[in-house]
């Protein structure tokens, strides 16, 4: 990691908690910031409002688990990113690999959730990962190039855009990839960024690892070189466990 890029440590709730325990979570959370990296909680879409009354007056940023394409209109049951912003938000998570297998995102559809993410302001953290198939084939940096190529819009800024790596395999398993196969698919997706949107892109965008992250891991890989904070889902329900791997940014 280079000092220009401050680590950012995000919480991913997925499908979990109560308004109760979200803003008890939320608050415990802001009571313990780390210095030296960002941080960011993502609450399922009901609980945004609770969790962003919580975290007033804090540093901790808010961000959704997902958004639609569109601005508004006929689409049951999905919520826009301009009504993310209207909530409070800064950052939305995007293309995550559950929602690519629940819900059959492909990345061309990830690429136009990210470009309305953009149009409202929203910082989009965009999901990439190859299942335990496609590393056991050896197609894991094919996969993610194509996966960089196609969900990534033209107007990808390191402002406006973080990427998150995160090995579908790892996920929720306990198991993590290896610092050695984090560092290189970092890599590759940093060289990636550079050849389709400049040197000055790719030295600025944070690209977090993801999967299975937890306080007696989170030093080792967030001292990896090109790694550049966390998208924590498990560990993230807990302050402590969340705020311990915020600390462990080098
Ligand atoms: P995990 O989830 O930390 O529970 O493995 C990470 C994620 O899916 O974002």
Same mark, same amino acid.
């Given at each position: 990691?280079?000092?220009?890029? %401050? ?41 945004? /409002?609770? *969790?962003?009354?919580? #975290?007033?007056? @804090?540093?901790?940023?808010? =961000? ?12 049951? =049951?999905?919520? $826009? ?5 209207? +909530? ?5 998570? &995007? ?16 690429? $136009? ?8 302001? &929203? ?17 894991? #940096?094919? !996969?993610?190039? @194509?996966? %960089? ?5 033209? $107007?990808?800024? $390191? ?8 090995? *579908? ?5 306990? !198991?993590? +990839? ?11 997706? !940093? ?23 937890? /306080?007696?891991?989170?030093?080792? &890989? #967030?001292? %990896? ?5 966390? &998208?924590?889902?498990? +560990? @993230? ?6 705020? @311990? %791997?915020?600390?462990?940014? /080098?």
């Amino acid at each position: 990691m280079t000092m220009d890029r %401050i680590p950012l440590i995000a919480g991913n709730w997925k499908m979990n908690g109560a308004v109760a325990e979200s803003v008890a979570l939320a608050r415990a959370v802001a009571a313990g910031v780390a210095p030296g990296c960002e941080l960011l909680v993502c609450p399922p879409a009901v609980l945004i /409002p609770p *969790v962003v009354a919580a #975290l007033k007056g @804090s540093a901790v940023a808010v =961000g959704g688990q997902d958004c639609h394409f569109a601005e508004s209109g006929a689409h049951t =049951g999905d919520i $826009a990113a301009v009504m993310l912003v209207d +909530a409070g938000c800064s950052h939305v998570i &995007l293309g995550h690999s559950e929602r690519r297998a629940d819900h059959g995102e492909s990345d061309e559809l990830v690429r $136009a959730k990210t470009e309305a993410a953009h149009a409202a302001g &929203l910082i989009a953290i965009v999901c990439v990962g190859e299942t335990l198939a496609e590393r056991d084939g050896g197609e894991t #940096l094919t !996969r993610i190039s @194509s996966q %960089i190529e196609g969900s990534l819009p033209d $107007a990808v800024t $390191a402002e406006n855009t973080v990427i998150a790596y995160e090995p *579908v395999w790892a996920i929720g398993t306990g !198991r993590t +990839a290896s610092p050695a196969d984090v560092e290189e698919v970092h890599a590759h997706i !940093r060289a990636d960024v550079e050849r389709r949107f400049g040197k000055g892109v790719a030295a600025g965008v944070r690209i977090l690892y993801g999967g299975s992250m937890k /306080p007696s891991n989170a030093a080792e &890989l #967030l001292a %990896i070189d090109g790694v550049d904070g966390g &998208l924590i889902g498990g +560990a @993230s329900l807990k302050a402590e466990d969340f705020l @311990s %791997i915020a600390t462990s940014c /080098p």
